[in-house]
């Protein structure tokens, strides 16, 4: 299945409600859990990389850009527009290098970004992260908000770790392997367990979701 709509994930909060004390102890903590939810073709990937080590008003701006410099923003499309386009549109060259492996992987190797959300976690993560450029931390970020996948969870953010140790009175703030341990529990709503927890750490100290 595919996150879809806020009432999946509605469903994926009263499945951890019922079956996991922590996350019935934490979201009476929390607001209504956020879908977030943007597309998950090329288009969806791509400003998850244009977004990453800048702020949100840069990435807003190269991504406008981006999107005005090549219509409709497809592998295809971007492959066409070529490097003097790219630069134009405010792309680094580490940017440039990584959508132009996704559109490789895209238009070349068979790739089908729209068939993830359907695939189990390891696979989908594969997919992703044989892809020059992408690390783990944004094949989760785009398969949990573009794809829709229900059973992701970013191990390594430090917000969901600090969340965790918050939520479950730990000692120590938890690895990231001991998190993905954790976290097994939770199948097969990782994804909204993530989202659930990111909540809570808003609540507690800032707002803490990834910035995309």
Known sequence: MRISCQADIE??????????????????????????????????????????????????????????????????????????????????????????????????????????SIRPPEIAMKALTNIKGIGPWTAEIYLMFSAGHPDIFPAGDLALQEAIKLGAGLEERPNEKLCRQMSEEWTPWRSVAARILWDYYRVVKSDALPVL
């Open 11 to 116: 469903t994926g909060v009263r499945f951890l409600k019922k079956n996991h004390p922590l996350f019935a102890e934490l979201l009476p903590k929390c607001g209504k859990i956020p879908l977030r939810l943007s597309t998950g073709d090329f288009e969806g990937l791509a400003a998850i990389i244009v977004s990453q080590q800048v702020s949100r008003a840069s990435a807003n701006a190269i991504f406008a850009s981006l999107k005005e410099h090549v219509r409709p923003l497809t592998a295809e499309k971007y492959m066409r527009a070529g490097e003097n386009v790219w630069r134009d549109a405010g792309l680094s060259r580490p940017k440039q290098r990584t959508l132009s492996a996704i559109s490789s992987a895209v238009l070349n190797d068979g790739l089908q970004l729209d068939q993830l």
